[in-house]
Every structure is written in C-alpha cells, then in structure tokens.
T-cell receptor, first 112, second 114 residues
Framework: DGGITQSPKYLFRKEGQNVTLSCEQNLNHDAMYWYRQDPGQGLRLIYYSQIVNDFQKGDIAEGYSVSREKKESFPLTVTSAQKNPTAFYLC???????????FGEGSRLTVL | DQQVKQNSPSLSVQEGRISILNCDYTNSMFDYFLWYKKYPAEGPTFLISISSIKDKNEDGRFTVFLNKSAKHLSLHIVPSQPGDSAVYFCAASGINTNAGKSTFGDGTTLTVKP
C-alpha cells in the first residue's frame, strides 16, 4: 500500500542531544513537509521540500535541519539548539498541484 | 495574528444528529480550504475541500459550506456517528500556494455520544 512511514513512533532524548526523525513515502509525491503539533494547537510548518536537493524554511525552522537527497525520503533533525523540542512531529507529502496533504502517523519526541 | 480560527475547542453531539464545525479566516487571499480529521496519536487524514469558486461541496455524510463575504466556512456531518469522534482541523491556502503551506486552525474536538 502507498503511504508515508515515520519512525520512530516514540523517542526520548536527553537535553543537548540531536535526534533524527525518519520520513519515507512511496506515493511518488514531489513535495514533502514537516510539521510540529503542540497540545491544543494547530500544525505549524517547520520545513518543506518541493524537489530533491532543495528545501525551504517554514514558520518555525529554528533549531531544526532537514535533507532531501532522495525523492522518497525527508529526514528531520531536531538539534540541541531547539529550545522546546518536546512535541508531536508530523511528516506529510503532496502532489505538486493538488490540495490535500497525506500525513504519516507521527513521531512523539520527549526531552528528559 | 491567527489567520485561521476555530473558535470552539470542543463539540459534543448525540449519535444520529448533525455536527456543525465552524472555521473563520481573515486573509482574503485564501482561496482553497480543507478539512482534516485526526485521531489521537495518528496523523491527520484529509476529509473534504472546497475552492472559493464554490459555496458548497458534498461527500457522503460530509458537506462543507463556504461564505466568502463572511470569511467563514463550516463542516456539516449528518448523521453523526461515534466513529466521527476526533479532532477536526480547518486549513486554508492561497493562490499558487502549495498544499503544505496551508495555514491550520487549532482544531475542534468532536465527541459523538452513542
């Protein structure tokens, strides 16, 4: 089945450590995105990529980094510079011209 | 300034009745609106969308209405079922803006009681 796979589903990190969240899609979508969701809030865009080897900052990119070396993969690194990293992270993809996003199941990151 | 607002954090309805979820927006450049449904610990799934050239779009039990002059849209679910209990997000995007750059509301938690 086509879809988006995020891993790990749950992740614990000590302060000062970088962590990388994986996102893989087999939908052949050009565009991929990373969102963050905090309790009681909507989704906020961290980074997005419309094509391989290219990506742009979203609304809350500070403390995060991404890469897009393959069409299928868009990993997100939460660096130690991110001051409040505990959150639910969602990866999504879309075809270039259609409206809807297809989301993964999310990764919950907790900083201890 | 929040450009997409869902003013009701929660809504509770009886099974079989109508659920109406509301969304207001402030940016007149928005021309495409989407609703997503999200269960706990899962990613959102696309539910229904509407373009600004329409005022209504229907898909089975789900209908979205758009009032451009009031900058208001609503999602109607008829009849409501317990499986509809979830968080519903309204999202809006503008001309030539790709899907991922939609602006999301904070969500409304719908509870459908048996």
């Amino acid at each position: 089945d086509g879809g988006i796979t995020q891993s790990p589903k749950y992740l614990f990190r000590k302060e000062g450590q970088n962590v990388t969240l994986s996102c893989e899609q087999n939908l052949n979508h050009d565009a991929m995105y990373w969102y963050r969701q905090d309790p009681g809030q909507g989704l906020r865009l961290i980074y997005y990529s419309q094509i391989v080897n290219d990506f742009q900052k979203g609304d809350i990119a500070e403390g995060y980094s991404v890469s897009r070396e393959k069409k299928e993969s868009f990993p997100l690194t939460v660096t130690s510079a991110q001051k409040n990293p505990t959150a639910f992270y969602l990866c999504a993809s879309s075809m270039r011209i259609t409206g809807e996003l297809f989301f993964g199941e999310g990764s919950r990151l907790t900083v201890l | 300034d929040q450009q997409v607002k869902q003013n009701s954090p929660s809504l509770s309805v009886q099974e079989g009745r109508i659920s109406i979820l509301n969304c207001d927006y402030t940016n007149s450049m928005f021309d495409y609106f989407l609703w997503y449904k999200k269960y706990p610990a899962e990613g959102p799934t696309f539910l229904i969308s509407i373009s600004s050239i329409k005022d209504k779009n229907e898909d089975g039990r789900f209908t979205v209405f758009l009032n451009k002059s009031a900058k208001h849209l609503s999602l109607h679910i008829v009849p409501s079922q317990p499986g509809d209990s979830a968080v519903y997000f309204c999202a809006a995007s503008g001309i030539n803006t790709n899907a991922g750059k939609s602006t999301f509301g904070d969500g409304t938690t719908l509870t459908v009681k048996p």
